[in-house]
Every structure is written in structure tokens, then in C-alpha cells.
């Protein structure tokens, strides 16, 4: 088989599996427990924390808190900034492009309690113009969110100009950066965010794992209430081989992450260069530069993507039509519409997203097949 | 070292682990994906929630939501209830005795949304009256919550009779499960439950999964926005590897419960017999019968319960004072008051709790250095 679909879900690297192994059979004691064998595991997480926040570039008084994944991070910043503020009038600013767990949470606060949402659109490009973002601004303005990368056509966002609007304005900012954990700087700090999600689940760690980043004084209220653990913004026992399983794959692909980088932008590139001189009417959606090393996103003018996949899928070639997450929806995804491409286009859209085990062999291998089937297609 | 706090946590049981490796590893693509690794993801999960049914005796049509644990679980059932609830005026019946996830999430929607909440208290041997529920319903009452067995004493509530009276009643009940998964009967007919809470940490499973049962009609609203996975009443990609260890470990206890409760209780009741002949000045809290196989709950007078947890855990046995997730609070807990042991007596608590690797040799063990410490520390 050959996988291309990295962006909605990754394997859990050897090391990680071998890390949390020993939690779920060795320390596997509640780190709550007064006993040697919970204080044991207590150390590990208080300094799974300490790690996180090397990694980030963080403050000693910032918290890390552990999720079960991007979705809950998401929600628990922005339903917590939203619904932490005591503001009478309150406004976010996000974009057009961001995942349904952003858009649908800022959906739900509009509608059960009447917040107001902003939506910029991006540029053609795939990337929003940061005037836009000061544009919107309004006396009643508590929370901008914009995502690092795009999961469907991982288009970069300017994170750090951004961050320096919202701290100039007093904004809290909030970036979901769950496609970005391989393959961006994590830096806090120079990014200038405020809170930060990260999927455990997309950079080679398990599954059911994320952590929200919260800068030293950002209130907010949790989704769920019980025990103390986590300063009772997030009760519920640890899920501590998670956890340990994550940072390790975060460290991990950190640590990687330039070399890797280089790599998976030449494997990309050669990729579309081909695919665009092999095919006619073929086009790349998103910025061709400022874009996620490992996002290839193709439209092929008069084919169904839906068909290009299943038939790329019976050659074992696994690659996705948009995001995971929206993938059995039969309209075109929001993101290809915000960008403008062409309706004759658009409904001929699949994403191809590399990953640690992608060859250039396999990418030669996938090019030819993709011109293939699309002739194939356009015959029928 | 001589684990008995099986209660807080348990370890992965080996069957577990290697089911989750495969799905890690191997079949790790993202459930919603429409290429031939997601479908095959997707099937499993499906055939998941079917083998969940047919454990819990559960309708076709019922939902199963895999969350990311007990207190997840609790609060989507009592948030998602009182929430969904159109009822100008809304009460809810529960009882002084549950976990603090249960009882936090009541005091916030008894905070926040002006629910009154009624919190029923046990008798002296911890199990509640069904009569004073029966007393406490009033036309608001649209949720009745109580635990299955009790995570510090281990009592077992009467769950059919109060089934029955909601039922009746036309009131949803919930039953947080989550001490009773390996020990109890969890078909959700017999019982007469619309909710349950199910912890996979609790039951050889891997930490951060858990699951709600919801039967067909009960109307939740979610936590959290974002994806459609399961419903949308639990958005996000799910944690498969978890997911699938957790119903693993969860069909296996079933099987071996008869036996293994038969086991337990053996042990269990040659334990208590003989501290409470051997130790003056000792009582056993909580019904000595209807109480869970594993569950040993002892005061002694004029001793500090969190002092025997530590000599105890210097030898290298672990035991607990109360549960994990309030063992940092130095106040005797809600339910050794609750249930009325002497004051003389409260603080002096210790909580063992048995499990799949307990020996007779090791229980024979723990009763000497027990007796030892207990006299050690009255002579002090």
C-alpha cells in the first residue's frame, strides 16, 4: 500500500509505542494516589509538562493541559476564553478556512448566546491578509482564532503578525495548530500566542491525545467538572500513556523536524511540477510556497475527486478528497470554495499529504497512476 | 511490591495491549477516511459499538459514545440531559455518596442554570433507600443519577428498583458504572437504566476511554462542536487504539466475571475476618455483603489512615485512603461522613482494593503489616 492521506491520521512511531507501553503495563498507577507507585507516575506527567513547555518555548507559570485530542482543545479554549468573559458584548475573530471543530464551536456560541463571529476569507492564495484581521477588530473583540496551517490545502497563516495585532489590541489569540506540529516552530512566544492545540493523533503519537497551551493569566471555564486534576480545568484521571506517548512524539518531531522538512518539500514539489505539466487542466489549490511541507492539493478540471480516490484506493493508494473529518459530505469542502477555484474544478479536488514513510519511489509510482486514472475519468 | 488499589487504576491486561499495537500501528487510518484503510477502520469500530450492545443487553438503535473517560462520560450524561431538557423548572435526584464528577457537575448546573439538585444520603451501611427517592420525585424531576457501586466502600446501589421507579415515572436514569464494569451485571434492560458510564481504566483497558450507553429517545446535547463522528454527540476522530482495547478488556472481564468475583470474595472476606478479630478497635465501612468482590474498606481508631498508606507503601504495598482523585484533600471524604463512622474512627480509613493478580499469600502479607503498623502508630 502506499499511504498519502498523513495529514488525517498517522501511525504511532515505534519509540512512542515502547514509551507507552511501560505506562499501561509497569506505571500504570493514578497519579493521584498518595502511594509511591502514583507518586511515580505523578513525577512523569509533572515532567511530561516541564518537556511540553521546553518545546513550546513557554513560561514556568504557563499551563499545559492534556486533552483527548484537537476537537476537545478547541473547544475548551474558545468555549472557555468565550464563556470565562464577563464582557456584556462579545466578538471573535476567526477565518473562513478553519476546521469544523472551530467553526461549528463558534457557531454554537452565536447561536446559544448571541456572540458575534467574524469570518475573514482568505485570498485566493489560501492565506489571509492580516489588515483583514486589524479591520475587524472591534472594542468588543475577546478572542481571534486562526488556524497555523490548513489541513486541506495547508496553506501557512501569519501567525506571528497576527499575534503581535492581538497583543498590541489586549486580544487573546488562539491558534489551532494541529496540522502544523511536524512540520512548523512551535514557539509560543514568537508566534505570540496565547493558546495553542495540538493533536496527538496527526504527528505520529496515539490517537485520543491533545494538549491545549495556556499562556499565565488566560481564564478559562472547562467543559467538564469532577476531580482536581490539571488545576480542574480538566478533570478526569490522566490518560498518562497518552500523554507520555504524545510529548515523546512531540519531542520527536521537533527534533526532526528541519531535516524532515527539506525532505518531504522536495518530494512535494517534484510531485506537482509533474502532475502539472503531465496533465492539462490540472491546478494546485493553496500558496505554492508558503505551505505545509507535506501538503500536495490537486484540482483536476471535469473528473469527481470522490472517484479519483476509490480508484486510486483499489490500487492501494490511499490519498483523500478534502479533510478526514468532511470527507463523506458530498458537497465541494468549504475551504476549496472560499479560495475561489473554478467550479469546474473544484468538484476534481484530492489531497495527498506525505509523511515520514513516503518514498520518492512511491511518489513516481502515485504520479503515473493519478495521470492514469484521470484520463480514464475525463474519458468516461 | 503488592498492588491493592486496583480501584484507582488498573494495568492493561496483555490481551489488551496487543489488540491496541494492531490498530497503532497497523490499521491506523482515520475512521471517516472513504479510501480502503479508513472503511476497514470504520468496520471495526462499528462492529465496536455491536459487541458493546450485546454486552450491555442494549436495543440496536442505542447509541454507544466512546468518550475519553468516566468523568467525560458523567458529563455529557448530566450536562447533556439538563441541557437538552426544554423544562422551564428542572430537578434532578442523586444521591451524597458519588464521585465527584457526578456530584461537580451537578453543583455547576445547580450554580449556573438554577437546577435544584436533590443528593440523597445511604443509610449507615452506604446503600440508599429506595423509598427516599421514591419521596424526592417531583414533577421537575428529569433525571435520576446513581452510582452502580461506590468507588471508596464499594456498596452496591439497588439499580432495578430504582430503574423501575423511573421508568414508571417517565424520569431518564443515569448509573455512573464505572467501579462496577469487571464485578456487576451491565445489561442495561435487567437494570432498567437510560444512561450508563463505563471507564476503561477502571477495567484493564487503557486510560482515557470510556463510553456512555444512551438508549434510543434519551436527547443529549454534546459537550463539544466540531466533526460528525458519532453522531456529532461526541465530535472528533475517535481514539481507535483505545477504543478497541477498551472493548477488548471489557468483553473479557464479563466472561471471567463469575469466577473472578467468586475469587475475590473469598479473599476479601478471609481478609476482613481476620483484621477484625486480629485488630481492636477496627470496623469494616460499608455493607459487609452488597458490596463490590474487590472492595475492602476498614477504619481503625486513633490511627491516621493517610500515615498506614505511607509505611504501607515504604514496604511497598499500595493502598489508598480514600479514592485517587480526592486522596490529596486532607478532610475524612464525603462518604466515610456520609455513612456516619464514629470521628474517632474517620480518619483513620484505609481502602484496599483487589484485583486480577491479588494472591492469598499477598493478602496474607498485608494483613500482618497491617496489624504491625496499627500498632506501631497507636503507640506513637
Do not use: W
Not at 502511594?35 to 518545546?55: C, F, M, N, S
Not at 484530492?350 to 484521470?374: A, D, F, H, N, S
Request: aromatic share 6%.
Amino acid at each position: 500500500m502506499i499511504y498519502l492521506d498523513y495529514a488525517s491520521a498517522t501511525p504511532v512511531r515505534f519509540e512512542v509505542l515502547k514509551e507507552m507501553e511501560k505506562y499501561h503495563m509497569v506505571l500504570f498507577a493514578n497519579p493521584s494516589s498518595i502511594h509511591e507507585a502514583g507518586l511515580q507516575v505523578a513525577q512523569a506527567l509533572d515532567q511530561a509538562v516541564a518537556r511540553v513547555r521546553t518545546i513550546l518555548g513557554a513560561g514556568s507559570n504557563d499551563h499545559v493541559l492534556f486533552t483527548s485530542g484537537g476537537t476537545e482543545s478547541i473547544n475548551l479554549a474558545i468555549q472557555g476564553v468565550v464563556l470565562a468573559s464577563t464582557r456584556k458584548r462579545k466578538h471573535i475573530i476567526t477565518t473562513s478556512l478553519e476546521h469544523k471543530a472551530v467553526l461549528e464551536t463558534c457557531a454554537f456560541l452565536s447561536e446559544k448566546y448571541g456572540v458575534r463571529v467574524t469570518y475573514i476569507a482568505p485570498r485566493a492564495n489560501g492565506i489571509v491578509r492580516v489588515r483583514d484581521i486589524v479591520n475587524a477588530i472591534t472594542p468588543d473583540t475577546i478572542l481571534i482564532s486562526v488556524m497555523y496551517a490548513n489541513n486541506e490545502i495547508g496553506t501557512i497563516q501569519p501567525l506571528r503578525e497576527i499575534g503581535a495585532v492581538a497583543r498590541r489590541k489586549g486580544i487573546i489569540f488562539h491558534t489551532d495548530a494541529c496540522q502544523a506540529g511536524c512540520y512548523a516552530d512551535l514557539d509560543v512566544s514568537r508566534l505570540g500566542v496565547d493558546l495553542m492545540t495540538l493533536n496527538s493523533g496527526k504527528m505520529y503519537g496515539p490517537k485520543g491525545a491533545g494538549l491545549l497551551y495556556v499562556r499565565k493569566g488566560v481564564s478559562l471555564v472547562p467543559l467538564m467538572y469532577g476531580g482536581s486534576q490539571q488545576s480542574g480545568l480538566r478533570p478526569g484521571t490522566e490518560n498518562v500513556a497518552g500523554i507520555m506517548g504524545f510529548v515523546k512524539a512531540l519531542e520527536l518531531a521537533q527534533k526532526e523536524r528541519v531535516r524532515e522538512v527539506k525532505r518531504l518539500i522536495t518530494l512535494r514539489d517534484g510531485f506537482i511540477e509533474k502532475i502539472l505539466k503531465a496533465i492539462p487542466d490540472s491546478r494546485l489549490n493553496g500558496d505554492a510556497v508558503c505551505r505545509l511541507a507535506n501538503n500536495i492539493n490537486l484540482s483536476f478540471r471535469g473528473v469527481e475527486g470522490e472517484a479519483l480516490v476509490r480508484y486510486l484506493s483499489q490500487q492501494k493508494i490511499y490519498v483523500s478528497t478534502a479533510s478526514a473529518c468532511s470527507a463523506h459530505s458530498i458537497e465541494v469542502s468549504h475551504v476549496i470554495k472560499e479560495i475561489g477555484v473554478p467550479t469546474s474544478y473544484a468538484r476534481g479536488t484530492i489531497r495527498l499529504t506525505l509523511g515520514k514513510e513516503t518514498t520518492r519511489k512511491e511518489m513516481e509510482m502515485v504520479g503515473k497512476k493519478v495521470g492514469e486514472i484521470v484520463n480514464v475519468l475525463r474519458r468516461v
